[in-house]
């Protein structure tokens, strides 16, 4: 069970950030009660969710103290009005170092999805990649459309699947090290009310062997000085 302290990142009379850890899945599964946002909600009473993260994803969660914020933010990110930053880990290296990955999403197998040539109702990500050691690299992620298992499939079309995917990633490497998902939600931004807010869950808090054991290197390279 959470405690008010236990994860928070910023609170205000409208809103909490808090950090989700690996793992943890945003809605109950087997057992009421013990998903990420019903411990939020116990130590709150009244709180109300405008986005979602996998349960293989860290990072920065948003919910609202009341209905009329979680309207406003909710659609701050249904109108792109959300800047979001994510990294990933991969092995493998795309044909280019950054792009645009545009496409419509289809579903697929085993409740995952693919990604299509076609552009009706597109996800789109921008991306950029940087070597980290010889077969891994690191990833910049910024969505600019919210669709499920977005960032996965966008990884995935690359041909260089999140390491540590269950859905996407078939990479045969040392489990030991393959400990998490490795797609992390580090910075989010908005302006609500006239008031600019930015927040990152920098990582200092993250889990994960390949994050701590390249995490001078990733955040010279996605906080460049």
Same mark, same amino acid.
């Given at each position: 069970?959470? $405690?008010?302290?236990?994860?928070?990142?910023?609170?205000?009379?409208?809103?909490?950030?808090?950090?989700?850890?690996?793992?943890?899945?945003?809605? %109950?599964?087997?057992?009421?009660?013990?998903?990420?946002?019903?411990?939020?909600?116990?130590?709150?009473?009244?709180?109300?969710?405008?986005?979602?993260? %996998?349960?293989?994803?860290?990072? #920065?969660?948003?919910?609202?103290?009341?209905?009329?914020?979680?309207?406003?933010?909710?659609?701050?990110?249904?109108?792109?009005?959300? $800047?979001? #930053?994510?990294?990933?880990?991969?092995?493998?290296?795309?044909?280019?170092?950054?792009?645009?990955?545009?496409?419509?999403?289809?579903?697929?197998?085993?409740?995952?999805?693919?990604?299509?040539?076609?552009?009706?109702?597109?996800?789109?990500?921008?991306?950029?990649?940087? $070597? /980290?050691?010889?077969?891994?690299? /690191?990833?910049?992620?910024?969505?600019?459309?919210?669709?499920?298992?977005?960032?996965?499939?966008?990884?995935?079309? /690359?041909?260089?699947?999140?390491?540590? %995917?269950?859905?996407?990633?078939?990479?045969?490497? %040392?489990?030991?090290?393959?400990?998490?998902?490795? /797609?992390?939600?580090?910075?989010?931004?908005?302006?609500?009310?006239?008031?600019?807010?930015?927040?990152?869950?920098?990582?200092?808090?993250?889990?994960?062997?390949?994050?701590?054991?390249?995490?001078?290197?990733?955040?010279?390279?996605?906080?460049?000085?």
């Amino acid at each position: 069970m959470v $405690s008010k302290s236990s994860g928070l990142i910023f609170e205000n009379d409208k809103f909490i950030v808090a950090y989700k850890p690996a793992g943890e899945s945003f809605h %109950d599964e087997e057992i009421a009660g013990s998903g990420f946002f019903n411990q939020w909600k116990r130590a709150y009473q009244e709180l109300y969710p405008v986005h979602r993260l %996998d349960k293989m994803t860290s990072g #920065l969660m948003l919910m609202a103290k009341d209905s009329n914020t979680a309207s406003q933010l909710s659609a701050l990110f249904a109108e792109r009005n959300v $800047s979001k #930053l994510y990294i990933a880990l991969a092995c493998g290296k795309p044909k280019k170092k950054q792009g645009i990955i545009k496409g419509d999403m289809v579903k697929s197998r085993r409740g995952t999805f693919k990604l299509e040539r076609t552009t009706n109702n597109p996800a789109i990500t921008h991306f950029q990649s940087f $070597s /980290l050691e010889p077969g891994l690299r /690191l990833y910049k992620l910024m969505p600019k459309t919210g669709k499920t298992h977005q960032l996965r499939v966008a990884m995935n079309s /690359l041909g260089t699947a999140i390491l540590g %995917d269950p859905n996407y990633s078939f990479t045969k490497t %040392d489990s030991a090290i393959v400990d998490r998902g490795y /797609l992390h939600a580090y910075q989010l931004a908005f302006t609500l009310d006239g008031h600019p807010y930015a927040f990152k869950a920098d990582l200092a808090m993250v889990d994960g062997e390949m994050f701590e054991r390249h995490r001078e290197a990733i955040t010279e390279l996605i906080d460049p000085i």
